[in-house]
């Protein structure tokens, strides 16, 4: 008696949901298309078009060799593959550069979340002495106006906007079109196409062993902040000094996540397989047997999307002059 009702039962639920195929997880989707965009910096073509120009710009940095670019490779998912990024005189920093590539749908930025949106972060490298170096904020505003930057900032923002707020304001409005859409995963959810044996049964698996508590909904990452109690750095409570954030950092997404090695803030893991066998131990206590690591890599790799195709701009420049790069 019980047996068809149960059977009914879920049958209405997975009727319920529109777009979800029944085979698909309770939470995983396509990935959105709009991405949140703060009300004071709505978007504009102009806008993203200096901000790719900026974002490309190694006179941002004190060397002028460095632009965003040189550790967040366009080319390269948005990553520089590297445990930790080459800057400044060659010194390396202590975390691993996470990519761009959908960085506007994460809650807060950085591993430890210190920057509540692109805005704020898009400050932080050109001041940062092992990243690009500059002595201050006037000193990349002289550099942007001498490369010829003024004008452009004027016909995007107005009179006297040749400014480091105006400069982040506009890098995040570019970053903000950097999406990944059409993973084939997206087009098995929608019915466009499908993914391999090994990759459906990964997908059962991560939802099975509570992956999918931490890396929820279409993107993978419930953006919140969790403790990973593995390697040295104390995360979120280098931040804020509180034992109650010792080893906190952000969930991951997992969108593109077969592109970006190597793993995790440190770059300790150098294979995405070696990268779910830690997070099974250190993050659910279960050892995960060989076979469910490949199928998880499997599923994961279907979640690589299409990267945005970015032509490389031409920068502003003086005539008959090299800038100053000394300073
Ligand atoms: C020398 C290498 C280097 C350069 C240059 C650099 N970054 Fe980064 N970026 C990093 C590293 C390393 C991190 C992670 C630091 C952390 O979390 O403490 C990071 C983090 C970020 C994040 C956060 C992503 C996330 O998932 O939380 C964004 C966005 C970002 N960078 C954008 C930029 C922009 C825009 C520029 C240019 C203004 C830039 N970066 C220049 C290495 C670099
Ligand atoms: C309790 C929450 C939680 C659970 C459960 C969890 N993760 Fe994570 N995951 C995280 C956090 C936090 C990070 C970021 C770790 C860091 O700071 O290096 C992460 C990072 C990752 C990364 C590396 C991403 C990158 O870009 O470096 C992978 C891959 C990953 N998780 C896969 C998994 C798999 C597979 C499972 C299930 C076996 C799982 N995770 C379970 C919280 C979780």
């Not at 749908?105 to 805005?119: T, V």
Request: hydrophobic fraction near 40%.
């Amino acid at each position: 008696m019980k047996k068809p009702l149960l059977l009914l039962a879920s049958m209405c639920f997975f009727g319920m949901s529109a777009t979800a195929a029944p085979e698909i997880p309770e939470g995983m989707g396509v990935l959105p298309t709009e991405v949140p965009v703060p009300a004071n910096n709505p978007m504009s073509d102009a806008k993203v078009e200096l901000g790719k120009k900026l974002y490309f710009e190694p006179a941002v940095s004190k060397s002028g060799e460095f632009s965003c670019n040189s550790c967040h490779n366009l080319g390269t998912w948005g990553v520089d593959n590297q445990k930790f990024s080459i800057g400044h005189m060659w010194q390396r920093g202590g975390r691993n550069a996470p990519t761009v590539l959908n960085s506007g749908f994460w809650s807060k930025q950085f591993w430890d979340g210190r920057a509540p949106l692109l805005e704020d972060q898009a400050k932080a490298p050109p001041l940062n002495p092992v990243e690009m170096a500059s002595d201050s904020a006037d000193a990349v505003m002289t550099r942007l106006k001498n490369a010829g930057y003024e004008p452009e900032f004027k016909a995007v923002f107005g009179p006297n906007a040749l400014s480091f707020d105006n400069m982040a304001k506009a890098i995040a409005a570019f970053e903000r079109t950097l999406t990944t859409p059409n993973a084939p995963f997206d087009k098995f959810v929608t019915g466009k196409g499908t993914i391999s044996k090994a990759a459906q049964r990964g997908m059962k698996k991560v939802a099975e062993v509570g992956c999918t508590s931490c890396h929820s909904g279409p993107l993978f990452t419930s953006n919140a902040f969790v403790p990973f109690m593995h390697g040295t750095d104390t995360g979120l409570k280098s931040v804020t000094g509180k034992d109650e954030d010792d080893h906190v950092f952000r969930v991951q997404s997992w969108r593109n996540v077969a592109m970006t090695a190597p793993y995790f803030h440190d770059g300790s893991a150098a294979t995405l397989a070696e990268a779910v066998k830690i997070m099974g131990k250190v993050q659910l206590d279960t050892d995960l047997s060989k076979n469910d690591i490949a199928d998880i890599v499997a599923f994961l790799e279907t979640l690589t999307g299409e990267s945005p195709v970015v032509t490389f701009p031409l920068l502003p420049r003086p005539m008959d002059k090299a800038l100053d790069w000394k300073e």
